[in-house]
């Protein structure tokens, strides 16, 4: 076995044992490019030797997706029919861990419209609700890992050769998700995640009621409910196997108050959404609702996006990220969100994550709406962070405290 081939075996356990944590007689489902294959084989044969009871592979393929949106009739790609993802929905109540390998084209749907592009963005969220809620309420435990798909790695590396551009590219996934260059991965992540878990401890002792940013186009109050809970790293699920839901992370998040955000933010990388770039963007917030946005590139996507339901034009998450990451230190933009917001502070339009909340993950949907916890069908983060960025906390009594200086942490973890 060649030295790539190792490190790619590690990948997939660590992506088993880490990311998923797979127990033992539990189902696996991933959801993979057909183009992974290679990553997808090794993470079936990890989660077998983990005593996975069955490993079931949905194969995804940008070719056929590209050529659905392109010729498919419009009431098509309106009406997604339920059939279609049933086996989604039904096998996470199954206890199935779900795994997801991603690595997007973020071009592939450049040239459609999109109004086509965002009714089946509707059709398939909704139809997709099932297994969100569960995802997102840690019904089961769930991961995503990235794999370098040939156009994905081109737009990242155009200069360089197909073949090169995909080594390069794994060459810096692989960096990133501390595989390379650690003798066990795993370890790593014991460790990365003990960090991480120091913050989020810090951050819940202080119990900010607000956050205030500022940065050039930002001047922006979040604030935070009451009860809310600072998130990172390694989770538990409800029946609390400690899983990692992104490899990498750099992040700590939390929710902010649907109703409780008020300023303007400026986007500071270009986002992805739906095959779409949208870049150079500002939204402007009134009592939690985006009330302006604008966007040099893409514009019409984010309306799009804005408008996918009433809680799309709401926040869902706010995430700390220093931005002297690992992810930031290759000093690429990946065009995937999986890498771009853990090089960057974010905040995510949508939906947010219940377990966020004291007893979130608990509550119906009524009960998560008055605690101020935002709905939708959609959950994009955004990237917001810079060298630039200033971030205060403001606690019950009123008093001010440094939370981000210059895009890092205000105070020391040591
Ligand atoms: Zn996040
Ligand atoms: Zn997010």
């Known amino acids: 076995m060649n030295k ?128 969100r809620e569960h995802l997102m309420k840690s019904k089961t435990q769930w991961s995503i890992i990235a794999y370098p798909t040939g156009a994905w790695s081109k737009k990242v590396f155009p200069d360089k050769s197909a073949e090169e551009a995909q080594k390069q590219l794994m060459k810096e996934i692989l960096r990133i998700s501390r595989v390379t260059g650690h003798e066990d991965p795993i370890a790593a992540w014991r460790e990365h995640n ?37 998130c990172g790293g390694a989770e538990p699920s409800e029946s609390g196997v400690m899983f990692n839901a992104n490899i990498p992370t750099e992040e700590v998040f939390t929710l902010p108050h649907k109703d409780g955000v008020d300023g303007t933010v400026a986007g500071t990388k270009p986002y992805h959404f739906n095959g779409q770039i949208i870049d150079g963007f500002s939204l402007t917030f009134k009592n939690g609702e985006v009330v302006d946005f604008k966007a040099e590139k893409g514009e019409e996507a984010l309306k799009h996006l804005l408008d ?81 960025l200033d971030i205060d906390g403001v606690k019950a009594d009123g008093t001010r405290q440094a939370v981000f200086r210059g895009g890092a942490w205000a105070f020391s973890f040591e």
């Open 4 to 131: 790539f081939q190792e490190e790619l075996k590690k990948f997939a356990k660590l992506a088993i044992r880490t990311g998923v944590n797979l127990q033992k007689g539990q189902g696996l489902f991933v959801a993979a490019p057909i183009e992974s294959a290679p990553l997808a084989h090794l993470v079936a044969e990890e989660a077998y030797k983990a005593g996975a009871k069955d490993v079931h592979v949905e194969w995804t393929d940008d070719t056929t997706s590209l050529l659905l949106f392109q010729h498919a009739p419009l009431e098509s790609l309106k009406q997604v029919p339920e059939w279609k993802f049933y086996a989604r929905n039904a096998l996470v109540k199954d206890n199935y861990a779900v795994l997801n390998i991603y690595g997007p084209n973020p071009d592939l749907l450049e040239h459609i419209d999109g109004a086509r592009v965002a009714a089946y963005t509707k059709a398939a969220g909704k139809a997709l609700v099932p297994f």
């Open 194 to 230: 003990k960090k991480l878990k120091i913050a989020k401890d810090f951050l819940n002792r202080q119990k900010f009621r607000q956050l205030i940013y500022r940065a050039a186009g930002t001047d922006l109050t979040i604030t935070l409910p009451e009860g809310h809970i600072w």
């Open 308 to 388: 996918s339901d009433p809680g799309a034009r709401r926040l869902g998450e706010v995430a700390l990220v220093p931005h002297r990451s690992p992810v930031s230190k290759s000093g690429l933009v990946f065009y995937n969100t999986l890498f771009d917001e853990n090089a960057s502070c974010h905040l995510a339009v949508g939906k947010a994550y219940p377990t966020c909340l004291e007893n979130g993950g608990d509550m119906d949907e009524t009960q998560l709406e008055r605690a101020g916890v935002n709905n939708s069908i959609v959950h994009e983060d955004i990237m917001v962070g810079s060298a630039e």
